[in-house]
């Protein structure tokens, strides 16, 4: 079954307290993107990936980190979590990227930090 | 002004309504326009989506874009309780690096 898997769903943990949400698609999707979603802003895009060795800023990469080492995994690294960082974030892939390819979600991890 | 505006509803129905769901939007380099269904506790899925101007008709679903009023729209017809979710539009450019930019989306119920 094609799909985007996250792990963990779900994550309770506390300031500073590094931690690393991953994401795998098994789609050979070229292109993979990390969105956290909020209450009245909706979807906005943290970092984005167009290949293997390739990731750029999206719209909130602030307190964030990524890495593409390779094709179907695009973990989301939050190195000294903050409080305004308690979100649920989704992780999104693509075949190729452009306007015309739609994007395949992940289920969710909802994290909170205390 | 936000890009994407999108009443964030909720919106409640009774089941068999047409439903009609809008976004509009500020930035005219939006080419690609889409809609996504999220049920609660998963993720988004693609409902439909559009190229530039226009309608495209999947089913119950038809999907609307008007670019010279910078206006999107969704219709749900014969609607099922099964159609309760989030509908969120999204819209990107035409080149570039991939970049979606979604509304807020809308809460819909459909009472049996």
């Known amino acids: 079954e094609a799909q985007v898997t996250q792990n963990p769903r779900y994550l309770i943990t506390v300031t500073g307290k590094k931690l690393t949400v991953t994401c795998s698609q098994n789609?050979?999707?070229?292109?993979m993107s990390w969105y956290r979603q909020d209450p009245g802003l909706g979807l906005r895009q943290i970092y984005y990936?167009?290949?293997?060795?390739?990731?750029d800023k999206g719209d909130v990469p602030e307190g964030y980190k990524v890495s593409r080492k390779e094709k179907r995994n695009f973990p989301l690294i939050l190195e000294s979590p903050s409080p305004n960082q308690t979100s649920l974030y989704f992780c999104?892939?693509?075949?190729?990227?452009?306007?015309?390819?739609?994007?395949?979600f992940g289920d969710g991890t909802r994290l909170s930090i205390l | 002004q936000k890009e994407v505006e999108q009443d964030p509803g909720p919106l409640s129905v009774p089941e068999g309504a047409i439903v009609s769901l809008n976004c509009t939007y500020s930035?005219?380099?939006?080419?690609?326009f889409m809609w996504y269904r999220q049920y609660s506790r998963k993720g988004p899925e693609l409902l439909m989506y559009?190229?530039?101007?226009g309608n495209k008709e999947d089913g119950r679903f038809t999907a609307q874009v008007d670019k010279s009023s910078k206006y999107i729209s969704l219709f749900i017809r014969d609607s099922q309780p099964s159609d309760s979710a989030t509908y969120l539009c999204?819209?990107?450019?035409?080149?570039?690096?991939?970049?979606?930019?979604f509304g807020q989306g809308t809460r819909l119920t459909i009472n049996p």
């Open positions: 990936s167009m290949n293997v060795e390739v990731t």
């Open positions: 999104a892939s693509s075949l190729i990227s452009g306007g015309n390819q739609p994007q395949h």
């Open positions: 559009t190229y530039s101007s």
């Open positions: 789609m050979n999707h070229e292109y």
């Open positions: 930035n005219s380099a939006f080419q690609y």
């Open positions: 999204a819209m990107s450019r035409l080149q570039g690096a991939q970049k979606l930019v």
